[in-house]
């Protein structure tokens, strides 16, 4: 997917030079969701008024659909299919009515890729509908002002053959330095583009065990058995606080100093990074296209129906008192997350240093209760078909839904452009 924005003032015919804001995940990063929800953010926030061509409403509204939980419950849409032979070029249109941007005009155009062809940087195949041409990820960033990247916290989980994030993203950041540089004997020098990393999935049930990342509903009895450490229990949920030290996790500290000594230039103070400045090129969030709600208890709770970890052959407990315990009751005090969705209005007070608003807990005694999780299945094995079948997202009916971070990025990388606008390779060749 790759967003193209173009700024037009409103009150001058004059095309200002277009900003282009691209978009890189790979395979299952929720590059689709998030560019729905992006859709529906803008859509409520009264800070922009945003429309979209045809094809790109009929992508809106086939995952809007899909996620849907008001009358019944939601889904998650299927993920891009790589064996497809066109790719689709969509478009939005957003006005801003925010004081920091008024009259201004900014259209979106993306493609929907599957994440293996983010995965290959030296792939040159075609993307093209007729009148704009890339050959292959790399000609897509390198025409671009800023990057989002989508990082999956749970993408090393996939299978024991995918590449890591630091394998992925060194490949990538090689390729496009490489093409970046008109002659052999030019400074190396980092990146221009702007680029925020983004940790998506934060609301999910995420344990640390031993330094293994693994989900909840994965646990096995020998690691349930050694879990000693309450901030474990529900590690991606509290370590999104602190979204530098995530990303870093996420991807590996050795590509993340890499990162700031070869390939951007990354401001260490945090709450100098939120503000635009020559020197401050990248940042660093936590997001999430769901998360979590408090429900009539006041325990906050994922949006996702309960997947009950298998633990094969445990020992049923004994006691009363050992069947009612909620392993998982503990949660963070993240208010910022709940009540109100990621509209960016300006209202609204933000801890800087992780986009996080801290706001007062709302009652949802509207809401229609879900059955709470009682802990671990103390349950027989089932067969592995059964338990794939278990553990799709399934979307609680009513439960309210609470993105954040999803626009942040975003404007972010808009107000460090416009500020100090990158060169890109394309005009130095032309100066």
Request: proline share 5%; with cysteine; hydrophobic share 30%.
């Amino acid at each position: 997917m790759i967003l193209k924005t173009f700024f037009q003032n409103n009150n001058n015919s004059q095309a200002v030079t277009p900003i282009r804001i691209g978009i890189w995940g790979g395979v299952g990063a929720g590059k689709t969701i998030f560019l729905t929800r992006l859709f529906e953010c803008l859509e409520k926030s009264s800070n922009y008024r945003i429309a979209a061509d045809e094809k790109a409403i009929d992508f809106i509204q086939q995952n809007k659909d899909i996620l849907d939980n008001e009358k019944k419950p939601g889904s998650l849409p299927k993920e891009t299919d790589p064996g497809m032979s066109e790719l689709e070029i969509f478009r939005y249109t957003i006005t801003s009515q925010s004081s920091w941007s008024q009259n201004l005009t900014i259209v979106l155009e993306f493609i929907d890729a599957s994440g293996e062809f983010y995965e290959n940087p030296y792939s040159n195949a075609t993307v093209s509908d007729g009148e704009t041409t890339y050959q292959g990820i790399i000609e897509y960033l390198i025409s671009c002002h800023g990057i989002i990247f989508l990082l999956d916290p749970l993408y090393k989980l996939k299978t024991e053959q995918a590449p890591t994030y630091r394998k992925l993203l060194s490949d990538l950041f090689i390729e496009f330095r490489r093409r970046s540089r008109s002659r052999v004997n030019e400074a190396v020098t980092p990146l221009e583009q702007y680029m925020a990393f983004c940790v998506t999935k934060v609301d999910e049930e995420v344990a640390k065990i031993n330094g293994k990342i693994i989900k909840t509903a994965d646990i096995t009895e020998e690691e349930y058995e050694i879990i000693n450490s309450k901030d474990d229990q529900d590690w991606l949920w509290k370590a999104g606080q602190n979204p530098l030290d995530l990303v870093a996790e996420i991807m590996g500290q050795e590509m993340t100093t890499r990162l700031s000594t070869e390939y951007s230039l990354v401001e260490e103070n945090s709450d100098r990074r939120e503000k635009p400045h020559p020197k401050n090129r990248c940042n660093f969030y936590a997001v999430s296209a769901f998360g979590r709600y408090q429900n009539n208890e006041g325990k906050l709770c994922t949006v996702f129906e309960d997947i009950k970890p298998q633990i094969i052959n445990a020992n049923p407990p004994d006691t009363e008192e050992e069947k009612n315990t909620d392993f998982w009751g503990n949660q963070p005090d993240w208010d910022s997350a709940f009540g109100n969705n990621s509209n960016n209005q300006e209202s609204q007070t933000s801890n800087s240093s992780t986009g996080f608003a801290w706001e007062k807990k709302e009652e949802y005694s509207d809401v229609a209760e879900p059955n709470s999780s009682t802990g671990f299945a103390w349950e027989k094995k089932e067969e592995y078909s059964d338990i794939l079948e278990s553990k799709k997202l399934i979307i609680k009916q009513g439960v309210p839904i609470n993105p954040f971070n999803i626009i942040e990025p975003l404007e972010w990388l808009i107000k460090g452009i416009r500020k100090h606008p990158p060169i890109l390779f394309l005009e130095r060749q032309q100066t």
